[in-house]
């Protein structure tokens, strides 16, 4: 073998061990077994040569039950890889946390600093739906209301359309300023409906409260599987240890 195939091997071997890595810490993640993926996460993260390393801190944050290290992995992506396809949603995570921490100004800045960075955003729907939510949650009822009506008639077959319907104050109606928040057990996320309507059925036959929600991420459409209504995330953690036992991984999310 040449010397320049042998450098050219010793450069390639690395990152095709590296990506191997972490679509297995994905396979892992999509599988709810959240623990070692985190563990492979961690490891990548921790080397500077891995060219998926947004990746790695993106998924990194959707591990964090802490809000504040979710925020930190977000805002390294943002930070550190400009170009990375993950930076987009990045900045909708980091809102989505706002929201959940009832800091809606800032989830107002954020949401619109990526829809005039990324004016075509593949969720633009659910970016116009938290920020229509923000400003209602801020007292500003009237761009709030506005924002809504903008997804409706732009996206009338979306989801977070539908969503943003029932918050919209009917003529005569006087519905709450804002949606009900909740808490929910997140234990797997699907790309085929199917499979996670029959886990979710499962877990019915178990006397769970379940949802099967659709979100979509990246272009992607994922079917999110919950787990209970809770009015804190508190509470939530503190049933998880139900389905932990089990042997039902899980993470506490935001409802909506």
């Given at each position: 073998?040449?010397?320049?195939?042998?450098?050219?091997?010793?450069?390639?071997?690395?990152?095709?061990?590296?990506?191997?890595?972490?679509?297995?810490?994905?396979?892992?993640?999509?599988?709810?077994q959240f623990d070692r993926s985190r563990i492979i996460f961690e490891d990548i993260v921790k080397k500077d040569d891995n060219p998926r390393l947004a990746e790695a801190h993106y998924y990194l944050g959707r591990l964090s039950i802490n809000p504040d290290s979710a925020l930190t992995h977000y805002r390294i992506v943002i930070k550190n890889y400009p170009q990375s396809r993950y930076i987009d949603i990045s900045y909708l995570?980091?809102?989505?946390?706002n929201i959940a921490r009832e800091n809606y100004q800032d989830a107002i800045v954020t949401i619109n600093e990526l829809l005039k960075s990324f004016p075509d955003v593949a969720?633009?729907?659910?970016?116009?739906?938290?920020?229509?939510?923000?400003?209602?949650?801020a007292g500003q009822k009237d761009p709030g209301h506005a924002t809504l009506k903008s997804l409706i008639a732009a996206y009338p077959k979306s989801e977070w359309a539908v969503r943003a319907a029932s918050i919209i104050p009917e003529k005569g109606d006087n519905p709450p300023d804002q949606p009900r928040e909740y808490y929910t057990i997140q234990i797997g996320s699907y790309r085929n409906e199917g499979n996670a309507q029959k886990v979710a059925g499962d877990l019915r036959g178990k006397n769970f409260e379940v949802r099967v929600v659709q979100a979509e991420v990246k272009g992607n459409v994922y079917f999110r599987v919950w787990v209970g209504q809770f009015s804190t995330a508190d509470a939530a953690k503190a049933f998880a240890p139900k389905l932990d036992s089990l042997g039902i991984k899980g993470n506490v999310?935001?409802?909506?």
């Open positions: 073998m040449s010397r320049y195939r042998i450098l050219l091997a010793l450069f390639i071997i690395p990152l095709s061990l590296g990506a191997q890595d972490i679509d297995e810490a994905i396979r892992l993640f999509e599988s709810f995570e980091i809102a989505k946390i969720f633009k729907d659910e970016a116009l739906f938290w920020l229509g939510v923000s400003y209602i949650g999310v935001k409802g909506y």
